[in-house]
């Protein structure tokens, strides 16, 4: 049996709902900017660093993968707001950048804890 080397992560993000949907157009306005160029990364809380070098970060949302970035460094955690109005301070921020990529069709997935291990997903 042949195992396919992970090429990503994916990670679950908080429900971005449940204030008025604002938590979730601060989202895809992040998203938006990085794939426009006027932002030049996010930061995605991470309780820990992967331990296999992966090049992509794609994100669960609401149960539904909808997004890819790369990541390009891992930077010690400190206290921010994030998304929807919290503050996090995790271990480390994954840093992701463009090009966004998004699926052809939906990508269904269970939310979960941390991370985990993929192959691409397309």
Same mark, same amino acid.
């Given at each position: #049996? ?10 679950? %993000?908080?429900? %971005?709902?449940? !204030? ?10 992040? &998203?938006?900017? +990085? /794939? *426009?160029?006027?932002? $030049? *990364? &996010? ?9 296999? $070098? +992966? %090049?992509? #970060?794609? %994100? ?6 909808? +997004?890819?970035?790369?990541?390009? !460094? ?6 921010? /707001? @994030?998304? $929807? =109005?919290?503050?996090? =301070?995790? =271990?480390?921020?994954?840093? @992701?950048?463009?090009?966004? *990529? ?17 192959? $691409?997903?397309?």
């Amino acid at each position: #049996m042949r195992t396919e080397r992970p090429t990503g992560i994916i990670r679950t %993000l908080p429900s %971005l709902y449940g !204030d008025g949907e604002t938590a979730a157009q601060r989202f895809w306005n992040h &998203i938006k900017n +990085v /794939e *426009s160029g006027k932002r $030049d *990364s &996010i930061a995605i809380a991470i309780a820990q660093k992967p331990t296999i $070098d +992966v %090049l992509y #970060m794609y %994100l669960l949302v609401n149960g539904e993968i909808n +997004v890819r970035l790369n990541i390009v !460094d891992y930077v010690a955690g400190t206290e921010e /707001e @994030c998304f $929807d =109005k919290t503050y996090r =301070k995790p =271990k480390y921020w994954a840093i @992701c950048t463009g090009p966004v *990529s998004r699926p052809l069709e939906p990508v269904y997935r269970r939310g979960f804890q941390g991370f985990r291990y993929t192959g $691409d997903l397309w």
